[in-house]
């Protein structure tokens, strides 16, 4: 799979302009989640790729929770560029354990 099998959504000015930007660091992970993605769809087993995307995810997740709070228009509109889901927020007085949740 080549780098130019997924389309940019950010054109080539801005990619020049803006390469620390928060909203270009979602961009290039999300490009990557979406390659890890068809890649472990074909081989199931590849146990670091899946360890790879989860810590991109985890990246990702920090980096659009951040523009959440900085950037409100900036964040709903990645995330509809993007056509991903918003990050998921805890119901308050609840901890995240694992997979469960658990009330304090």
Not at 32 to 42: A, E, N
């Amino acid at each position: 799979m080549g780098k130019n099998s997924f389309i940019s959504v950010i054109s080539q000015e801005e990619k020049k302009k803006n390469r620390g930007s928060v909203e270009f660091q979602v961009v290039i992970f999300t490009n990557k989640v979406r390659k890890l993605t068809s890649h472990l769809q074909l081989h199931r087993k590849d146990y670091l790729s899946q360890r790879g995307l989860r810590k991109i995810l985890g990246k990702r997740q920090r980096l659009l929770s951040y523009l959440s709070k900085k950037n409100q228009v900036h964040y709903k509109e990645l995330i509809n560029r993007l056509d991903i889901k918003s990050i998921w927020q805890l119901p308050k007085g609840s901890c995240h354990v694992g997979r469960h949740i658990r009330s304090r």
